[in-house]
């Protein structure tokens, strides 16, 4: 980013010839980062649960049986599911919003609300972990 806002700085706006590649390498990198932190987010969420099922911290990092029991559930059906929760989450979200706009008693409401999801999201999650068994 850095890169980029120097070079246009340097050479000016009327040269795409000097600016042109640092921004495309800017894009670039945050495509790679939005990617990897995409496919962290999906194996970190399973890993949790993984962790709250053994109840062994280091089986949390055991990314060998992690990938294995992702593959056995299936990518698809697990990326699915969490774009299904999120999507819920955003719901979620704009309930809770709109509940915090009346004084006392929405507040109150938002509080079970808070609860309801908590324990929705735990659940969900745990469902399609144990979707299928897992790997020995």
Not at 9 to 37: E, H, K, Q, T, Y
Not at 53 to 78: C, E, M
Not at 125 to 134: D, H
Request: neutral net charge; charged residues 5%.
């Amino acid at each position: 980013m850095i890169a980029a806002i120097s070079a246009i700085a340097a050479r000016g706006m009327d040269n795409p010839d000097v600016w042109a590649p640092a921004v495309a390498a800017v894009l670039s990198g945050i495509l790679l980062a939005a990617l990897v932190s995409l496919i962290i987010s999906f194996v970190s969420l399973f890993a949790l649960v993984r962790f709250a099922h053994t109840g062994s911290f280091f089986q949390a990092f055991n990314l060998g049986a992690i990938f294995s029991h992702i593959g056995r559930v299936g990518w698809g059906a697990w990326v699915v599911a969490v774009i299904v929760l999120a999507l819920i989450g955003l719901a979620y979200s704009i309930l809770v919003g709109l509940l915090a706009n009346i004084p006392v008693l929405g507040w109150i409401i938002g509080l079970f609300v808070g609860v309801a999801y908590g324990i929705f999201h735990a659940r969900y999650l745990t469902a399609a972990y144990e979707s299928v068994p897992a790997p020995g």
